[in-house]
């Protein structure tokens, strides 16, 4: 299962777009990278899934360069309620697939 | 979106004694489960990959005679935490996989269950 690299913490303020970088150096060719977002004593959120270039939904977006060896997940316009933990993940998606959680970015909205 | 629930939604218990912890996918049928265990401030842990009809898979280092996992049906699994102590508080997440979405390869997560072991 692929690793992940991701900064710690990352704070922002209201209304700022905020990009969180992972890194995922040993990505395998069936690799799906998703991203979850995780309030405290809740479960992990669905927020966006790619396998390359850029996709874009009601939330974020998420660019992938052409080696897919890192993605970026942006969120446009953040409000005190984005602060959560943001888990970047990456799997071939197939049935059974196993999700490795890493250390994940707190992030810290503020007004 | 495919809605994944858990019961309890918490729990105290004493030490010594069982705890089941259910995790039901509501509008899907799902062939595979997984456990999460998160302590404070940590990430979510891989316990288990429950399977509909088989025996669950566990990872390295999680007892699976301590952590009874059972997915009778396609819509329930449920995890025993037997003879609870208190290390084993915990914050305690299901996931399932729904094959039938656009999105197949999306995992929808349970709300959790926080288990307290006195």
């Known amino acids: 299962l692929a690793k992940t690299t991701q900064p710690i913490s990352m704070d922002s303020y209201e209304g700022q777009e905020v990009n969180i970088t992972c890194s995922h150096n040993?990505?395998?060719?069936?690799?799906?990278i998703t991203w979850y977002q995780q309030f405290p004593s809740q479960g992990p959120r669905f927020i966006i899934q790619?396998?390359?270039t850029k996709v874009t939904n009601e939330v974020a977006s998420l660019f992938i360069p052409a080696d897919r060896k890192s993605s970026t997940l942006s969120l446009p316009r953040v409000s005190l309620s984005d602060t959560a933990v943001y888990y970047c993940l990456v799997g071939d998606g197939g049935g059974g697939n196993k999700l490795t959680f890493g250390t994940g970015t707190q992030l810290k909205v503020e007004l | 979106g495919a809605v994944v629930s858990q019961h309890p939604s918490w729990v105290i218990c004493k030490s010594g004694t069982s705890v089941k912890i259910e995790c039901r996918s509501l509008?899907?049928?799902?062939?595979?489960m997984f456990w999460y265990r998160q302590f404070p401030k940590q990430s979510l842990m891989l316990m288990a990959t429950?399977?509909?009809?088989?025996?669950?898979?566990?990872e390295q280092g999680v007892e699976k005679d301590k952590f009874l996992i059972n997915h009778a049906s396609l819509t329930l699994s449920t995890l025993t935490v037997t003879s609870a102590h208190p290390e084993d508080s915990s914050f305690y997440i299901c996931?399932?996989?729904?094959?039938?979405?656009?999105?197949?390869?999306?995992?929808?997560f349970g709300p959790g269950t926080r288990l307290t072991v006195l």
């Open positions: 509008d899907f049928q799902a062939t595979t």
């Open positions: 790619g396998y390359k």
């Open positions: 040993n990505i395998a060719t069936n690799d799906y």
């Open positions: 429950s399977n509909e009809g088989s025996k669950a898979t566990y």
């Open positions: 996931s399932a996989e729904d094959p039938g979405t656009l999105r197949g390869k999306e995992q929808f």
